[in-house]
């Protein structure tokens, strides 16, 4: 089956510092791969996500990730958080009908 | 375009009360749905999903059930509820086993329970 590990459950950085969210992803299939975020007390928007093709994948709000096979990684980077960036980050791999998310990393952006 | 709406967002419920929290897309036929619970600390925990009207596969054994009487609305429920059912339930769809698999989710219902 397949699963996903984000490490580290709460991440802080200083506004216009670089933001480093991890997420491994364990698939038998060649994944489909997805980050979302989620703001207090809201449901969850897609910043991005792989499918196929380019490995360096740009979304939303100035985030990327890069999917490596080798690493079986997708990490989600911004090169200078800003503070409407505090949310939660899930990662998520598809697996037939349905994605199975890892369980969020709180990104809190200081001052 | 395509929505989602899910209601009602708040409630609190005695223990043992029943549940019953909708869900509708509009603007898309033959969906995908889903139900997602999302506990403290624990991400997000697919509960049902369904393929069709009539169809619903169950991840989890738990108090708790879903029905799709139509095409485009989904129905979380339960005949009793417990502490545990507590949380903050999504609605959720996709268009279909031939796309990617991206989830489009509704604003959430929060439930607690006394």
């Known amino acids: 089956a397949q699963s996903v590990t984000q490490l580290g459950s709460h991440v802080s950085v200083s506004e216009g510092a670089l933001v480093l969210l991890r997420c491994n992803y364990s698939?038998?299939?060649?994944?489909?791969l997805f980050w979302y975020v989620q703001y207090p007390n809201q449901g969850l928007q897609l910043l991005l996500k792989y499918t196929t093709g380019a490995t360096l994948v740009k979304g939303i709000n100035g985030f990327e990730a890069e999917f490596k096979k080798s690493e079986t990684s997708f990490h989600l980077t911004k090169p200078s958080a800003h503070m409407s960036d505090a949310a939660e980050y899930f990662c998520?791999?598809?697996?037939?009908?349905?994605?199975?998310f890892g369980t969020g990393t709180l990104l809190a952006v200081q001052p | 375009s395509q929505t989602i709406h899910q209601w009602p967002a708040t409630l609190v419920q005695p223990v043992g009360s029943p549940l019953s929290l909708e869900c509708t897309v509009e603007?898309?036929?033959?969906?995908?749905l889903y139900w997602y619970r999302q506990a403290a600390g624990r991400g997000l925990q697919l509960l049902f999903y369904?393929?069709?009207?009539?169809?619903i596969s169950s991840e989890v054994p738990q108090n708790l059930s879903a029905s799709r009487p139509q095409d485009r609305q989904f129905i979380l429920s339960s005949k009793k509820l417990l502490l545990s059912d507590s949380g903050f339930y999504l609605c959720a769809w996709s268009k279909g086993t031939a796309d990617t698999g991206e989830l489009f989710f509704g604003e959430g219902s929060r439930l607690t329970v006394l």
């Open positions: 998520a791999v598809s697996d037939g009908n349905k994605l199975i």
């Open positions: 698939s038998s299939v060649p994944p489909y």
């Open positions: 369904s393929v069709g009207i009539g169809q």
């Open positions: 603007g898309t036929s033959n969906p995908n």
